[in-house]
């Protein structure tokens, strides 16, 4: 009995871990949006691009320190290159300065270690020109902007999305990397390996309740 006992709460405990996890890492997203860009793009020319990042496509990060971030560019055969954003007085808006080191074609994409980043920022055409993706977000949550304020893009004619979702008031500052009420930034391995171990576990305390009861 003792060991069954233990078998139920294992099992209990992994499904909890499991369905816990799934809806909270759903709202941990991002849209980033570019500023308007140089009209023409050479390689090994020196270009400020200004961009970005809205915690649901709406709004400036609400968790905390959203860390370093950056904009990343990849070309036609997979090699990347990134550039490192600077943070400027409005909250959410990044300069970078970036240099295409060849001729050809490039996604650009955002980079930052706490929520999902965007990764369909932009398709730079090197020489040539900044095409800017449309977006996915048919409506944002309201936000008081200032003076300065996004360049929103149109959305794609087969964007679709859920009720923007309005701002929480931060209430203190979350240290990077760690979780917070709104979009915890718990990394995706973590509930893999804790339900392998705990299913590792159930497969042992099975195979020793059949023995000890076969």
């Known amino acids: 009995m003792r060991t069954r006992r233990i078998l139920v709460v294992a099992l209990t405990v992994l499904a909890a871990g499991l369905f816990t996890q799934t809806p909270a890492s759903a709202g941990a997203w991002e849209e980033t949006l570019l500023d308007p860009p140089p009209a023409r793009i050479e390689a090994g020319v020196t270009y400020t691009f200004g961009y970005w990042i809205l915690q649901h496509g709406s709004y400036p990060f609400k968790g905390g320190d959203l860390g370093p971030t950056a904009l990343r560019a990849t070309d036609e055969q997979g090699a990347s290159v990134d550039f490192p954003g600077t943070g400027s ?19 650009i994409s955002s980079q930052h270690e706490v929520i999902m980043t965007d990764p369909n920022v932009a398709v730079v055409t090197v020489p040539g020109a900044v095409a800017i993706t449309p977006s996915d977000m048919t409506e944002r949550a309201p936000y008081e902007w200032g003076t300065v304020r996004p360049s929103f893009p149109p959305p794609a004619a087969d964007a679709q999305n859920s009720p923007p979702i309005p701002p929480k008031e931060q ?6 990397a760690h979780t917070t009420p709104d979009d915890p930034a718990l990394p995706m391995w973590a509930p893999v390996a804790g339900g392998a171990v705990l299913i590792g576990l159930a497969l042992l305390l099975i195979r020793r309740f059949r023995r000890v009861n076969g």
Not at 94 to 99: F, I, N, P, Q
Not at 171 to 176: H, K
């Open 89 to 107: 007085a409005t909250d959410g808006h990044y300069s970078a300065e970036v240099v295409f080191p060849h001729d050809g074609t490039w996604t």
């Open 171 to 176: 209430t203190e500052v979350a240290p990077r």
